[in-house]
């Protein structure tokens, strides 16, 4: 069974996967614009903002759940 730091590094990896393929097409066929169709919007800047911030948000959360953690305990005697 994958760990939770396993699952999120595969989660990130598909997002920059699915960000590395919008930005190929945006070399071979110049940017996607944004558009307007029955009063819904695709706006191609905000996704890839998006797409960034999930990224960004889950390489935090991979780092917190690597970090080293310090357990306190004492002993009696």
């Known amino acids: 069974?994958?760990?939770d730091v396993d699952n999120l590094k595969t989660i990130r990896s598909?997002?920059?996967a699915t960000l590395a393929t919008e930005?190929?097409?945006?070399?071979?066929n110049g940017p996607k614009?944004?558009?307007s169709?029955?009063?819904e919007t695709v706006n191609w800047d905000t996704w890839?903002?998006?797409m960034t911030a999930k990224?960004?948000?889950?390489?935090e959360?991979?780092?917190k759940l690597q970090a080293p953690t310090l357990i306190r305990s004492r002993g009696r005697a």
């Open 1 to 3: 069974m994958a760990s």
């Open 23 to 28: 930005s190929s097409f945006q070399v071979a």
């Open 37 to 39: 169709i029955d009063g």
């Open 61 to 63: 959360m991979i780092v």
């Open 14 to 16: 598909n997002y920059i």
């Open 55 to 59: 990224i960004d948000a889950i390489t």
């Open 48 to 50: 890839r903002d998006s």
């Open 33 to 35: 614009p944004s558009y």
